[in-house]
């Protein structure tokens, strides 16, 4: 190993550096496209946690060719710092020149996508069919480290399919091409987003380089990152939907990792955090001219939110049937406010729409 990093009172890293970069702390936020863009990133930043956040991936050939949508995508705030641009695409020069163009935009850090497994995505060799063809990907990592100065990393999946598990040789390639940091995915392609917990090529890689590998799959909370720290030695982990789900998990991982007491969250406090990332995305969508795409946006953002609060497939489903951005406003408020009525210990039941309401006192 030969980057820097500090293990803390858990005996587990508290930070590493890609290259002169110090990713404090080593949790990470992960790219999710159609969820984690700039609004969402702000309202995750200001409750704190991530020591890293990413763009969603952004099409080369849409940077290259200068579409709005590609550069909607890659915008970030002057204040997000480290910020990765996560590009993706199977065309060595494309992926060059969006490198170059993203770097000239401010990213601290380049990320390139082998782990997509959309077949829109793979069926032109991006994504993760790049882990089948290492000498494309091979090529295609060369030449985006010779078009830039930034630090240069790669997030893959564990392999494409379980008879090709290859992440521990790519990586040592990657390294040997100077790539600086990798995040894997335990999944394989062919998992998609099930299979059954392997961590084994995450550890494997740890063990084949000396860059920070970052470990990434169903990490949601204190126990799960404490038990991908154990099984694999990883330089720090990387949160995708566990961060929807519960967007003060990062911050709780984040204070375990330097022996903190966890922040208590209150019912009001994610009431309040919700609305707010309506309003904001709203806002935003507004601002693009795109304002019909706000209510699909929170839809999609729901289904995770909602999972683990009490009830809260009554809250999804609510939501989802929602016609207004007003609509889903009152719904969100009136299933918190009922929850907070139980939780003061009043009692609540259930009527025959399928809604919770405070029995009348
Ligand atoms: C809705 C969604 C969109 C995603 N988009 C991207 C993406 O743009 N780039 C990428 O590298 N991975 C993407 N991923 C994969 C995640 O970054 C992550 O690797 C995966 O969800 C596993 O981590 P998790 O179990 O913590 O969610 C996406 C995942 C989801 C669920």
């Given at each position: 190993m030969t980057y820097k990093t500090e293990t803390g009172p858990q005996g587990f890293p508290t930070y590493y550096d890609v290259r002169n970069i110090?990713?404090?702390?080593?949790v990470v936020l992960a790219p999710m496209e159609g969820v984690t863009d700039v609004i969402f990133r702000r309202v995750i930043r200001s409750i704190g946690g991530p020591g890293l956040t990413y763009t969603e991936f952004i099409a080369s050939r849409g940077i290259v060719h200068n579409e709005r949508r590609s550069w909607d995508m890659a915008s970030f705030d002057p204040?997000?710092?480290?910020i990765s641009l996560q590009i993706y695409g199977n065309n060595p020069e494309w992926m060059a020149e969006a490198a170059k163009q993203l770097q000239d935009e401010g990213a601290t850090i380049l990320d390139i996508n082998m782990g997509c497994p959309a077949k829109k995505i793979c069926k032109k060799s991006g994504g993760s069919a790049l882990m089948k063809d290492p000498e494309l990907a091979t090529e295609i990592v060369r030449a985006v480290r010779k078009a830039i100065d930034i630090p240069l990393t790669v997030k893959m999946r564990s392999g494409f399919d379980a008879s090709m598990r290859n992440a521990p040789e790519l990586c040592k390639i990657f390294e040997s091409e100077g790539v600086e940091g990798l995040t894997i995915h335990w999944r394989t392609r062919e998992d998609l987003?099930?299979?059954?917990?392997?961590?084994d090529k995450i550890a494997e890689a740890v063990d084949s380089v000396s860059i920070p590998v970052i470990a990434n799959g169903d990490i949601i909370d204190v126990e799960s990152a404490k038990r991908m720290f154990e099984d694999t030695g990883c330089a720090g982990v990387m949160l995708g939907r566990g961060a929807i789900r519960d967007p003060w998990s990062m911050l709780h991982i984040a204070q375990w990792l330097r022996g903190e007491p966890l922040t208590e969250v209150t019912l009001e406090e994610r009431l309040r955090v919700l609305i707010m990332y309506y309003d904001r995305i709203e806002e935003h969508f507004q601002q693009l001219d795109q304002h019909r795409r706000t209510l699909g946006r929170i839809k999609m953002m729901i289904r995770n939110f909602a999972d683990?609060?009490?009830?809260g497939k009554i809250l999804r489903q609510k939501v989802c049937r929602a016609q207004t951005l007003p609509d889903a406003k009152d719904i969100t408020k009136r299933f918190f406010d009922t929850l907070i009525e139980y939780d003061q210990g009043k009692e609540g039941a259930f009527v025959d729409d399928g809604w919770i309401t405070p029995k009348a006192s």
């Open positions: 110090r990713i404090s702390p080593n204040d997000e710092r480290p987003y099930g299979g059954e917990r392997a961590v683990p609060l009490p009830h």
